[in-house]
């Protein structure tokens, strides 16, 4: 007999090589229909694999995440049959399950392939969806393994099984298709009843793009055609918000290919936005004892290897700047956080003096794969609103608790209402990735985890998703489509202290090592923004419109009343811009409507015989006759009420 332990602590008694469906049986014949993948002891397997060992299962079903997971990247298998179905000549790369659905890379030699050919894939991928055939992983060698993948002349799997070691090779198959693979599979093709081959996108093999172009196929499956039917209606829904179309009607940012791929240049409204996001911050900051910092653009490369990010993230970099001195080499910032530790260093810290708290919005350079860009979600250059906080051991608690507040007012303000939070923890199994020593690690993951609980947050754990040199704390957000984005993140250091030797002098008059805090409330202000846009549709609060107030005269003759109404306006605060072009009253309606300004004043002769305004608020119309007076006391009020109040 072995123990199996559950989610919940409780632990029950199977016989040695007890599946987990049969596991999933013994708890209810309801679960049993719907687990899709299981892991054991952090290990993903399929339902069908025979458990040895005591230890911990966890039971995936479509509502878990890794069981979505299993799911599309079952479907990628499906997919990849399909492909060989239709173009026998075509060779296989890799297909893995992303975070909505999955998609495969294929070379299909001289053979063209466009969207117009998703439909017949589709009809294809269903009829062998419907036969049900299971899923089996299969050991083999490596000489094994290369000789059927020469047997089929692909090159590409060729080199995957090269790179691997003997003893890690896997296959999986079902009906006559098998696929180099590492496990994770539901139980047979008969769970997915709808699929929808999305798109198809040029894709360089191992992302480099001095190799071949392959034909990437991205889709999306589910276990029932309304779950479909409810995602393509999403899909149209966030086509209407993009950011990047917003971003262009809204006149806020652009980008050219002359400046450079994956770097955002700012427009006027865009830039104003930016501005107002990072005075609120800073507002906020500043009552929580920030001190605001300046670093360059630019820093020595042995800077970033002595933090460690240039061993890490070298490669992701730009290139090292050459400059005349011999062997002098600078980098593109990747990171502040060196640079303020070099800021630390400065001078000497007595205990008194902690937590110093340091705050920057500091542009970074990372550079990204062409193919990964992605409007303002994934750039080259962008401004993060970084802040890194020096403290006591003793006072770590408090200060993650206080971090943990400025984030929570930052999705307040901006309605982002519904979040859950992660504790990403290191991966135990591949201490490689990683500096630092591991009690350190121990310490810093279990502050972390102490706080979220004394916070009441709603959190979950991810093993192996910590950064290099320490665990995190990361907020995600659910925007007004359900779609779910990583937001804001806090992070405990103990490692780049030690690597800079930062010390402070204790009551004792000896020197100690302080713990770092890493913090970005916003993350990123270029990915902050796209999420907004798409979250709000560009209705940004009434506090952060770029313009709030419209001014429409229906003729020339009105102008004057206009520029006073205007004129008042500004001297009380509120935004506002006077539309007099020579258009009809009906066309400079339709245009603030376009660019969603929350309000438009209509002034015409019946409001300049009365003094009054008449006034018309974004996507629901006219709303009433008011005084000059009663129409700024109500808009102060509503600027006012639609940013929340940061109390430390």
Same mark, same amino acid.
């Given at each position: 007999m072995i123990e199996i332990q559950f989610p919940d602590q409780s632990v029950r008694d199977y016989e040695k090589g007890v599946t987990p469906f049969q596991i999933a049986q013994d708890i209810s014949e309801g679960l049993a229909r719907n687990v899709l993948s299981a892991s054991f002891n952090g290990i993903t397997l399929e339902t069908s694999t025979p458990i040895l060992e005591n230890g911990v299962i966890h039971l995936f079903t479509w509502n878990d995440k890794k069981g979505k997971t299993a799911f599309w990247h079952s479907s990628a298998h499906i997919l990849a049959q399909s492909i060989l179905a239709i173009y026998p000549q075509a060779k296989l790369t890799i297909g893995p399950a992303i975070e909505n659905g999955f998609y495969y890379d294929v070379d299909f030699g001289d053979t063209s392939f466009s969207e117009k050919d998703l439909p017949a894939l589709e009809k294809q991928f269903l009829n062998f969806a419907r036969e049900k055939f299971e899923f089996k992983m299969r050991m083999s060698n490596k000489l094994d393994a290369l000789k059927f993948y020469e047997k089929e002349k692909n090159p590409y799997k060729i080199e995957l099984i090269q790179n691997l070691e003997e003893g890690t090779i896997s296959f999986c198959d079902h009906a006559d298709f098998t696929d180099l693979c590492r496990g994770g599979h539901i139980p047979h093709t008969g769970f997915i009843k709808a699929v929808k081959l999305l798109s198809?996108?040029?894709? +360089?093999?191992?992302?480099?793009?001095?190799? %071949?172009?392959?034909?990437? /196929? !991205?889709?999306?499956?589910?276990?029932? $055609?309304? +779950?479909?039917?409810? #995602?393509?209606?999403?899909?149209?829904?966030?086509?209407?918000?993009?950011?990047?179309?917003?971003?262009?009607?809204?006149?806020?940012?652009?980008?050219?290919?002359? &400046?450079?791929?994956?770097?955002?240049?700012?427009?006027?409204?865009?830039?104003?936005?930016?501005?107002?996001?990072?005075?609120?911050?800073?507002?906020?900051?500043?009552?929580?004892?920030?001190?605001q910092v300046i670093s360059p653009h630019i820093g020595n490369k042995e800077l970033y290897v002595t933090s460690g990010h240039y061993e890490k993230y070298g490669s992701d970099s730009f290139q090292p700047i050459q400059t005349p001195a011999d062997g002098e080499e600078f980098l593109l910032k990747p990171m502040n956080c060196p640079h303020h530790c070099e800021i630390y260093k400065t001078k000497p810290w007595s205990y008194r003096d902690l937590p110093i708290r340091y705050a920057e919005f500091g542009t970074v350079y990372r550079y990204e794969q062409s193919g990964e860009l992605h409007g303002l979600t994934r750039v080259r250059g962008f401004t993060q609103d970084d802040a890194h906080i020096f403290c006591m051991p003793e006072q770590l608690d408090e200060e993650f608790k206080k971090v943990i507040d400025l984030v929570l007012y930052v999705f307040k303000s901006l309605g982002f209402d519904e979040f859950t939070a992660q504790v990403s923890l290191r991966d135990k199994e591949n201490p490689e990735k990683y500096i630092g020593e591991s009690d350190n690690w121990d310490l810093a993951e279990k502050a972390i985890i102490r706080a979220a609980k004394e916070k009441n947050l709603d959190y979950i754990t991810e093993m192996g998703e910590a950064a290099f040199y320490g665990p995190k704390l990361d907020f995600m957000?659910?925007?007004?489509?359900?779609?779910?984005?990583?937001?804001?993140?806090?992070?405990?250091? !103990?490692?780049?202290?030690?690597?800079?030797?930062?010390?402070?002098?204790?009551?004792? *008059?000896?020197?100690?090592?302080?713990?770092? /805090?890493?913090?970005?409330?916003?993350?990123?202000?270029?990915?902050?923004?796209?999420?907004?846009?798409?979250?709000?549709?560009?209705?940004?609060?009434?506090?952060?419109?770029?313009?709030?107030? *419209? /001014?429409?005269?229906?003729?020339?003759? +009105? %102008? *004057?009343?206009?520029?006073?109404?205007?004129?008042?306006?500004? *001297? #009380?605060?509120?935004?506002?811009? =006077?539309?007099?072009?020579?258009?009809?009253?009906? %066309?400079?309606?339709?245009?603030?409507? /376009?660019?969603?300004?929350?309000?438009?004043? @209509? @002034?015409?002769?019946?409001?300049? $015989?009365?003094?009054?305004?008449? =006034?018309?608020?974004?996507?629901?119309?006219?709303?009433?006759?008011?005084? @000059?007076?009663? &129409?700024?006391?109500?808009?102060? @009020?509503?600027?006012?009420?639609? $940013?929340?109040?940061?109390?430390?």
């Amino acid at each position: 007999m072995i123990e199996i332990q559950f989610p919940d602590q409780s632990v029950r008694d199977y016989e040695k090589g007890v599946t987990p469906f049969q596991i999933a049986q013994d708890i209810s014949e309801g679960l049993a229909r719907n687990v899709l993948s299981a892991s054991f002891n952090g290990i993903t397997l399929e339902t069908s694999t025979p458990i040895l060992e005591n230890g911990v299962i966890h039971l995936f079903t479509w509502n878990d995440k890794k069981g979505k997971t299993a799911f599309w990247h079952s479907s990628a298998h499906i997919l990849a049959q399909s492909i060989l179905a239709i173009y026998p000549q075509a060779k296989l790369t890799i297909g893995p399950a992303i975070e909505n659905g999955f998609y495969y890379d294929v070379d299909f030699g001289d053979t063209s392939f466009s969207e117009k050919d998703l439909p017949a894939l589709e009809k294809q991928f269903l009829n062998f969806a419907r036969e049900k055939f299971e899923f089996k992983m299969r050991m083999s060698n490596k000489l094994d393994a290369l000789k059927f993948y020469e047997k089929e002349k692909n090159p590409y799997k060729i080199e995957l099984i090269q790179n691997l070691e003997e003893g890690t090779i896997s296959f999986c198959d079902h009906a006559d298709f098998t696929d180099l693979c590492r496990g994770g599979h539901i139980p047979h093709t008969g769970f997915i009843k709808a699929v929808k081959l999305l798109s198809v996108a040029g894709a +360089y093999w191992r992302g480099d793009e001095t190799k %071949k172009q392959l034909t990437r /196929i !991205y889709g999306i499956s589910f276990p029932k $055609q309304k +779950y479909l039917t409810e #995602h393509l209606t999403l899909l149209e829904e966030a086509k209407k918000r993009d950011h990047r179309k917003l971003g262009k009607e809204l006149e806020l940012f652009a980008f050219s290919q002359k &400046v450079g791929q994956g770097l955002p240049l700012w427009l006027p409204k865009g830039a104003a936005l930016r501005e107002r996001l990072e005075n609120f911050l800073k507002t906020a900051q500043i009552k929580a004892g920030y001190e605001q910092v300046i670093s360059p653009h630019i820093g020595n490369k042995e800077l970033y290897v002595t933090s460690g990010h240039y061993e890490k993230y070298g490669s992701d970099s730009f290139q090292p700047i050459q400059t005349p001195a011999d062997g002098e080499e600078f980098l593109l910032k990747p990171m502040n956080c060196p640079h303020h530790c070099e800021i630390y260093k400065t001078k000497p810290w007595s205990y008194r003096d902690l937590p110093i708290r340091y705050a920057e919005f500091g542009t970074v350079y990372r550079y990204e794969q062409s193919g990964e860009l992605h409007g303002l979600t994934r750039v080259r250059g962008f401004t993060q609103d970084d802040a890194h906080i020096f403290c006591m051991p003793e006072q770590l608690d408090e200060e993650f608790k206080k971090v943990i507040d400025l984030v929570l007012y930052v999705f307040k303000s901006l309605g982002f209402d519904e979040f859950t939070a992660q504790v990403s923890l290191r991966d135990k199994e591949n201490p490689e990735k990683y500096i630092g020593e591991s009690d350190n690690w121990d310490l810093a993951e279990k502050a972390i985890i102490r706080a979220a609980k004394e916070k009441n947050l709603d959190y979950i754990t991810e093993m192996g998703e910590a950064a290099f040199y320490g665990p995190k704390l990361d907020f995600m957000v659910k925007d007004a489509l359900g779609r779910q984005w990583q937001l804001g993140t806090i992070q405990v250091d !103990y490692n780049l202290p030690e690597r800079f030797e930062l010390t402070y002098k204790g009551n004792d *008059n000896e020197l100690h090592r302080p713990i770092m /805090i890493h913090r970005a409330p916003f993350g990123s202000i270029e990915r902050f923004v796209a999420i907004l846009l798409e979250h709000t549709g560009g209705n940004f609060p009434l506090w952060l419109m770029p313009n709030q107030v *419209n /001014i429409l005269c229906v003729s020339e003759k +009105y %102008k *004057n009343y206009a520029l006073k109404v205007l004129n008042l306006l500004e *001297n #009380h605060e509120i935004r506002a811009l =006077l539309d007099n072009r020579n258009e009809t009253i009906g %066309k400079k309606i339709r245009d603030s409507e /376009i660019t969603k300004v929350p309000y438009m004043i @209509i @002034i015409g002769e019946k409001e300049v $015989q009365n003094k009054t305004l008449s =006034l018309r608020k974004h996507q629901v119309g006219d709303i009433g006759s008011f005084t @000059i007076e009663l &129409v700024v006391k109500q808009l102060k @009020i509503e600027i006012k009420d639609s $940013q929340a109040t940061f109390k430390t």
